[in-house]
T-cell receptor, first 115, second 109 residues
Framework: GAGVSQSPRYKVAKRGQDVALRCDPI?????LFWYQQALGQGPEFLTYFQNEAQLDKSGLPSDRFFAERPEGSVSTLKIQRTQQEDSAVYLCASTPRAGTPYEQYFGPGTRLTVT | DAKTTQPTSMDCAEGRAANLPCNHS???????VYWYRQIHSQGPQYIIHGLKNNETNEMASLIITEDRKSSTLILPHATLRDTAVYYC??????????FGKGTKLSVKP
């Protein structure tokens, strides 16, 4: 079956531009996570949704980062006024259960480069 | 911050068992050990998890010491496609994953 998909796969933004990154989780998956992965590092947690409710946004680095999942399926991560330190791979993961750390299914990521 | 420690890198010959160690000396009684791996340019992939008992699935085996302060992930017959960064993560039964830097496993022909 289809896995988690993310779009675009690559995004180049000029500093100060807004970007929107999309995640399509596996159909029926309750939980959705966003992670940020800098070059050479492990992924870092950004935010977590259970259905349409954003239950944890403690990892969002600043108020320029905003995520939503209005209908409990597709999610969008928006970054306003991008800065160079936002350059990273943004990963989305979904799981059929409520917020479990195991069997998280990851998408391929969106590589964001801010110039 | 990640609470586990792993070697930065390891090599393994193709066809041999790959044994990846992990120390989690501060793990609490209700925390699990989770293993994920990340092949280059892909998202992480779940491998296995355990609490106290050893676990085995179609991908790997997980051996947890009796005191639960360390564990070993075993890939019984490593192939070139197993070359990846392997992450050992301790955590509760709910919530996000806290990744460290993992072990870069290189399987060589």
């Amino acid at each position: 079956g289809a896995g988690v998909s993310q779009s675009p796969r690559y995004k180049v933004a000029k500093r100060g531009q807004d970007v929107a990154l999309r995640c399509d989780p596996i159909s029926g998956h309750v939980s959705l996570f966003w992670y940020q992965q800098a070059l050479g590092q492990g992924p870092e947690f950004l935010t977590y949704f259970q259905n349409e409710a954003q239950l944890d946004k403690s990892g969002l680095p600043s108020d320029r980062f905003f995520a939503e999942r209005p209908e409990g399926s597709v999610s969008t991560l928006k970054i306003q006024r991008t800065q160079q330190e936002d350059s990273a791979v943004y990963l989305c993961a979904s799981t059929p259960r409520a917020g479990t750390p195991y069997e998280q299914y990851f998408g391929p990521g969106t590589r964001l480069t801010v110039t | 911050d990640a609470k586990t420690t792993q070697p930065t890198s390891m090599d393994c010959a193709e066809g041999r068992a790959a044994n990846l160690p992990c120390n989690h000396s501060t793990i609490s009684g209700n925390e699990y050990v989770y293993w994920y791996r990340q092949i280059h340019s892909q998202g992480p992939q779940y491998i296995i998890h355990g609490l106290k008992n050893n676990e085995t699935n179609e991908m790997a085996s997980l051996i947890i010491t009796e005191d639960r302060k360390s564990s070993t992930l075993i890939l019984p017959h490593a192939t070139l496609r197993d070359t990846a960064v392997y992450y050992c993560i301790e955590g509760g039964s709910q919530g996000n994953l806290i990744f460290g830097k993992g072990t870069k496993l290189s399987v060589k022909p």
